[in-house]
């Protein structure tokens, strides 16, 4: 039987030096303040660019962070390629890291009908000692998994829940409802506006990126839901949604995050894709940081 995964897992940034190239001991700074705030990890995400890491990379980062944590928290880790044998190549060395579970998004590029990812699915499921998380994000992959293809694939015993952030609260209720009754599947809420809600109608955790900009806010939610006080989850998701919404209005979340968390004092490197922020907007950030954060 696999341990429940819950609460809050920050699906945390890579950290880059100067030259652009991994930083393991910024790396091992960031999962601290995590585990610090009472947050599992989730690495190799989209928030932990890993469209732009290369396979070895994306071990490494793995390997820190399942060091660092050191079985204090739980740590799952992304291993989604565009081909099933690339995914599953991957997979098998991650594995070996020790990780409470891998994630995999849809393939993306290529349109995919519902038994062509059902196939994917299984053939990685089977490929894989450690359990698996199906991962949603249709506006980034161009596929998107259908409710009754998750109920499918939800019977399969190595696939024991669903990443969603395809970020409205009608995909998250869907797979919800698909999960309903299946006791080892479990659905993982991916937007930050919808941690509180998707606690309460029965999500067992929550993916969040912002997490690395307020690690403690972002767990205060959870903290406070487990605790009975519904209200009180309720508040500190309306002032994590604030911050949310600035923020993001500036630019695509890892780039905007990552520039955050620099602002606030950490080694974080810039993010490796085409984007640049304005001097402008940086300090529309920094704004945003200070109010909110301090």
Known sequence: MNKKITGVLTAIV????????????????????????GNGIFCGGTNGEFFVLNQQEKIAVTETCVDEVNGRAPVVAHIGEISTRETIRLGKQIARLGVDAVSVITPWFVPLKQQELIAHYHAVADALEVPLFLYNIPARTGNTLQPDTVRTLAAHPNIIGIKDSAGSYQSLSGFLQAADGIDHFDVLNGPDSLIHQGFVDGCSACISGLANVAPEAINAIWAQFNAGDIAGSHQAQERVTGLRTDLYNIGFSPAAVKKAVSLLGFDVGDSRYAVQFSADQQQQIRQIVNQYLQ
Not at 14 to 37: H, I, K, S, Y
């Open 14 to 37: 890579t950290t880059f030096d100067r030259d652009g190239e991994f930083n393991p001991a910024a790396q091992r700074e960031q999962v601290r303040r995590q585990l610090d705030a």
